[in-house]
């Protein structure tokens, strides 16, 4: 069964701290994606890759960068926290481009105090 | 700039009745769409996805398409009190672009 892990379900982290949330999916999948969801504002893409050491920016990717060293990790940085950046946030990956849907991670919950 | 339109809802229907979520989307070029069932808390799964204009049964599930339209739809019969979640539409554009999600309330 295809299966997307996040590393943590919940984490609390203190304004300005480096923050890292890991991604890794076991389906040889090429394409993966981070979004973060907030109630009232859906789904919103902040990085994807279609490949290895690629990466394009999404809809908000202001504050976050992302690192693809390997095929199967997709890791979400958030450079120095703000409490603005608490959300959701969801890794997500899928076979290729074209006529595939996504497989979710079970997300992160991010708390910045 | 692709756009995908949902009813946030609330919709509520009663145990047994068939609930109908319907989406529509501003790019007529697109090929593919998906519907995905978030419960609260929780992350999107994949329920169904359509290619072809008209419907395509799962069990209990029915998704329709209307390219000339442009609208897709997604219908369940026979709904259950756990159908109740936030229901996204989602097309492909080389990346998906998700809908803001209608919430369904099935009542016993």
């Given amino acids: ?113 | 700039q692709k756009e995908v339109e949902q009813n946030s809802g609330p919709l509520s229907v009663p145990e047994g009745a068939i609930a109908s979520l319907n989406c529509t989307y501003s790019d007529r070029g697109s090929q593919s769409f998906f519907w995905y069932r978030q419960y609260s808390g929780k992350s999107p799964e994949l329920i169904m996805f359509i290619y072809s204009n008209g419907d395509k049964e799962d069990g209990r599930f029915t998704a329709q398409l209307n390219k000339a339209s442009q609208y897709v739809s997604l219908l369940i019969r026979d709904s259950q009190p756990s159908d109740s979640a936030t229901y996204l539409c989602a097309l492909q554009g080389g990346k998906l672009i998700f809908g803001q999600g209608t919430e369904l309330s099935v009542k016993p």
């Avoid at chain 1, 926290?81 to 959701?88: G, I, K, L, P, Y």
């Fill in chain 1, 1 to 113: 069964d295809v299966k997307v892990t996040q590393s943590s379900r919940y984490l609390v982290k203190r304004t300005g701290e480096k923050v890292f949330l890991e991604c890794v999916q076991d389906m040889d999948h090429e394409n993966m994606f981070w979004y973060r969801q907030d109630p009232g504002l859906g789904l919103r893409l902040i990085y994807f890759s279609y490949d290895v050491k690629m990466k394009e920016k999404g809809d908000i990717p202001e504050g976050y960068s992302v690192s693809r060293e390997k095929k199967e990790r997709f890791s979400l940085i958030l450079e120095s926290a703000s409490t603005n950046q608490t959300s959701m946030y969801l890794c997500a990956s899928s076979l290729s481009q074209g006529y595939y849907g996504y497989t979710f991670g079970s997300g992160t919950r991010l708390t910045v105090v």
